[in-house]
């Protein structure tokens, strides 16, 4: 079976080509091959599919082998494999699990339209809302030598978030922008970057602080992202991700 190896600010994945052979993988085989010690090693796998309606139809799975929520970096890698099948060229419309996306792409440059946020809650000490996946975010002091590992797994288990848990997302802002790290439920880890945590973590941020800047620069372990919302009272729309997506390298697996 070929594989493709992409990466989204960090957050890797592995691409296999669903679209031209009709491929199924069993919940042991995506998890042989996201491992880091015994398989290819990814933050997650994304299965290209043909859809009768759209460009393509987008099926991610975690690296323990359960079926996730939409992830936002793997979206954006997904239209750049789209492009070098050649399914697409510079624009596209496709399914993932939270609905319909479009994105455009210019040499590397992903940019993703995400969903519309209508609601979200607002506690004293963290944001909670669902960006295609579902995000605390919590603003400190001093990230670069917070332990997000430890922190991040008590509060993704708390019984508040059951009972799928949610990810949780470390913010500390900056003179012009906002430094993010995220620890991921189902890869049970931090990883270097979390697309839909980048998006929750912006707009929580312009809850905070009010902004009307409509854009948010974040930087993340694995490089720099943006992102673009139109913000009306508590609800946020016209919301878009972007930032480069690199294929890595190909290859074949038994």
């Not at 592995?14 to 010690?37: A, F």
């Not at 332990?147 to 978030?161: M, T």
Request: hydrophobic share 35%; proline share 2%; net charge negative.
């Amino acid at each position: 079976m070929k594989f493709y190896k992409y990466h989204g600010t960090g957050n890797d994945f592995i691409m296999i080509d669903s679209y031209h052979e009709k491929i199924g993988l069993s919940k042991n085989k995506i998890q042989e091959l996201c491992s880091r010690r015994f398989g290819i090693g990814s933050d997650g796998l994304m299965l290209l599919k043909k859809h009768p309606e759209y460009d393509f139809e987008m099926d991610y799975y975690n690296p323990d082998g359960s079926g996730a929520t939409f992830c936002g970096n793997g979206a954006r890698c997904i239209v750049a494999f789209a492009q070098k099948l050649g399914i697409i060229t510079n624009k596209t419309e496709f399914l993932a699990s939270d609905g319909v996306h479009k994105a455009f792409i210019n040499n590397d440059i992903v940019k993703l339209e995400m969903k519309n946020i209508d609601s979200f809650l607002q506690k004293e000490d963290y944001t909670f809302m669902d960006t295609g996946s579902p995000h605390v975010v919590l603003f400190c002091e001093n990230l670069d030598n917070f332990d997000v590992q430890k922190v991040g797994s008590e509060i993704r288990y708390k019984s508040d978030f059951e009972p799928i848990g949610t990810n949780v997302n470390f913010v500390e802002q900056k003179n012009n922008f906002i430094q993010v790290r995220t620890y991921e439920k189902g890869v049970e880890n931090e990883t270097f970057s979390c697309g839909t945590g980048v998006v929750a973590s912006a707009l929580s941020f312009a809850i905070i602080n009010n902004n009307t800047n409509n854009f948010v620069n974040v930087k993340t372990k694995g490089g720099e992202l943006n992102v673009y919302f139109n913000k009306n009272k508590h609800k946020f729309s016209n919301v878009w991700l972007e930032g480069a997506a690199a294929f890595v390298f190909e290859g074949s697996v038994k």
